[in-house]
């Protein structure tokens, strides 16, 4: 394996997003001593299942480690010392060239083995938001504990204040106004947005009448809309912008005819495109909000408990819509923030058709077609 250095580990593990980073080192600290964790390890190899995975935007450097085009990949980091973070690590890409060959080396796994399936199947995702990862590992067959699949720290402390609102109306009608709702709403929205698994609180199933053996999945499924339409509002304000800036961009020299006919048709159609993302997550978030008026408005608990037990299904939909979106707001605010250069035609026509594979083959059908990718390469 190559020995590249990875530095800032410390600032990364306190600072990322859920979306962003998937911290194995931590969970295995937190967890190496619970009989799910032993059981039911994420990867089979020790050094992988101590590592951190991360969602990483590529440099113009990096571009080359790949025979295909791409902006976004995974990053597998192995610390040099587990102990301490500061002691910086080694990485590679899954899927970057000569990746089976720098496995095979390093760990001695070769391409049919189950670690090796796993990366590929992380790789496929456009983030690591855990509700997303689960409904893709067990869509083929992987069932992992349920420790892998948290909040980071920083998403939880920006989640806190929004979840205690949002749960404001069942701590109302279940223990009434004042303080002691305000109280009971904190309480609540703690235990709702814990990572331990084993942290129960008993008040809260009976509320929504759900049975021990359906706590746990109930629960993880009311985070995830919680998640989801709490990122939803963090990231709209910023989507917005993007979709009109898109459609406004203009490169940077001496632009050939193919080009110019392609950005003209292009910036428009995926201006509509992020918008019609936009929508079609709000539409989804909107059962969720229709559901819960149920338990709050019309005290039907059951209503609520069972939509929450056969909403797995959703977060696929609305993890990957979710996941592209931020994609394509993280990376134009870095290729066009303040300190980026200037974008000729080639490199615009490139970014923007990843936006567009990004945004293709979803659900939801795109407000009119794109432009063959193979026919404007050639």
């Known amino acids: ?34 009989e799910d964790w032993i059981e039911h390890p994420l990867f089979q190899t020790r050094a992988l299942n101590q590592s951190l995975v991360i ?34 690590g ?11 060959r720098m496995m095979k080396g390093a760990f001695g796994i070769g391409p049919d083995h189950p670690d090796m399936v796993l990366m590929r199947l992380i790789d496929e995702l456009p983030s690591l938001d855990p509700f997303l990862l689960r409904e893709q590992l067990r869509r083929h067959g992987h069932d992992p ?25 069942l701590v109302n009608l279940t223990v009434g106004g004042g303080k002691a709702a305000a109280g009971s709403a904190q309480k609540f929205a703690s235990k ?61 020299g001496q632009v050939t005819p193919n080009i110019r006919a392609y950005l003209a048709h292009s910036r428009e159609s995926l201006r509509r495109r992020i918008l019609a993302a936009c929508r079609s997550v ?19 608990p059951n209503a609520f408990r069972d939509f929450l037990l056969e909403a797995p299904a959703t977060f696929r939909t609305l993890g990957e819509q979710l996941g592209v979106l931020q994609h394509i707001v993280s990376y134009w605010n870095f290729r066009f923030g303040p300190d980026a250069g200037l974008i000729s035609g080639e490199e615009l026509m490139d970014v923007l058709m990843d936006f567009e594979a990004g945004l293709a083959g979803r659900d939801d059908p ?6 063959d990718r193979a026919a404007m390469a050639a």
């Open 1 to 34: 394996m190559t020995d590249r250095s990875f530095r800032n580990l410390n600032h990364l593990e306190k600072s990322a997003s859920t979306a962003r980073l998937l911290n194995l080192l931590r969970v295995a600290r937190e967890h190496e001593f619970s």
């Open 55 to 88: 969602k990483h935007r590529l440099r113009r450097d990096e571009l080359d480690l790949f025979r295909g085009r791409r902006h976004i990949s995974t990053k597998i980091v192995l610390p040099i010392d587990t102990t301490d973070l500061k002691a910086g």
């Open 282 to 300: 709000s539409t989804k978030l909107k059962i969720y909000d229709e559901a819960y008026a149920a338990l709050t408005v019309r005290a039907n």
């Open 145 to 169: 504990a349920a420790c892998y699949f948290g909040i980071s720290d920083s998403d939880l402390d920006r989640m806190m204040t929004f979840v205690e609102r949002e749960i404001g109306p």
């Open 192 to 252: 709702i947005l814990s990572n331990d698994p084993g942290d129960r609180m008993e008040a809260l199933g009976v509320t929504l009448n759900l049975a021990p053996e359906q706590y746990h999945e109930g629960v993880f499924c009311w985070k995830g809309f919680l998640y989801y339409k709490w990122s939803l509002g963090e990231l709209l304000p910023d989507a917005l912008k993007v979709a009109e800036a898109v459609s406004k961009v203009k490169p940077h």
């Open 366 to 371: 795109a407000p009119e077609p794109m432009i």
């Open 90 to 100: 080694r990485y590679f890409f899954v899927n970057e060239i000569a990746f089976e």
